[in-house]
């Protein structure tokens, strides 16, 4: 009975594997996936000005804070976040991604190239004009402890942090070749959205519903940019 279960396992698997490698089995998982987070952004946005959400969002932030003006643990905490939130900032992002393209350059990656820069600035010019659109104001019931001055809706930090360091991460780890490599490279990538997303919140600056729409905006962007890359590629094959 254990030998036909692990022949029923070596079967699957092998199966799942072919399937992986189909043509288009990336593809599809992209849109697929795109369509999910959209969704999610359109259910955060439709319900974003509901009493209820307020409630939800302005309970996590209390939870956070010994006080209106104080935000809970020692000094160096706020300062370690104070830091993270950095990484999310349009300088820093933007100084990474110019490295990156500088490198793909040289290693021709021209297309690659196109689609980073694409969704940089697609990506803050949707940021820009989706804030406008929503115009929630930012939370004013604690502390800012960071310098704010546009709406809080969408998260402007969490959106473009999920946009360049997740596309940043599968560019590394489609040049590695060992699989624990490529996870690793896909781990840490993800890890930075995360941080990004949650300094945002412990500083006071957003709603944690701020970031999760700019966690599903900033990676279905990111998510549509790879779809349009991958089906220009494959035309020109």
Do not use: N
Not at 113 to 136: E, H, M, Q, Y
Not at 179 to 196: E, N, S, T, W
Not at 199 to 225: K, N
């Amino acid at each position: 009975m254990p030998q036909v279960a692990g022949l029923r396992t070596t079967d699957l698997r092998r199966r799942w594997q072919e399937f992986a490698e189909h043509r288009d089995f990336w593809l599809i998982l992209a849109i697929l996936g795109a369509s999910v987070l959209l969704l999610g952004f359109g259910l955060l946005a439709g319900a974003v000005h509901s009493p209820s959400m307020t409630a939800i969002d302005r309970r996590i932030l209390l939870a956070l804070r010994a006080g209106p003006d104080d935000a809970i643990g020692p000094g160096w905490v706020e300062g370690f976040w104070l830091e993270v939130t950095s990484l999310g900032s349009v300088t820093v992002l933007c100084v990474v991604s110019l490295i990156a393209a500088g490198c793909l350059l040289i290693l021709r990656r021209y297309r690659v190239t196109l689609t980073l820069t694409a969704g940089l600035i697609g990506g803050l010019v949707l940021t820009s004009a989706l804030k406008a659109v929503v115009a929630r104001p930012r939370p004013d019931f604690v502390t800012h402890l960071a310098a704010v001055s546009s709406p809080s809706f969408p998260s402007g930090h969490s959106m473009m942090a999920a946009i360049v360091y997740p596309t940043l991460g599968v560019i590394l780890a489609r040049a590695a070749t060992r699989p624990l490599l490529k996870r690793y490279v896909i781990g840490v990538a993800l890890c930075l959205m995360v941080l990004v997303g949650a300094s945002r919140v412990y500083l006071g600056v957003h709603y944690a519903t701020d970031v999760l729409a700019g966690w599903c905006i900033g990676l279905s962007w990111a998510l549509f940019c790879w779809i349009v890359a991958h089906l220009l590629q494959r035309d020109a094959v």
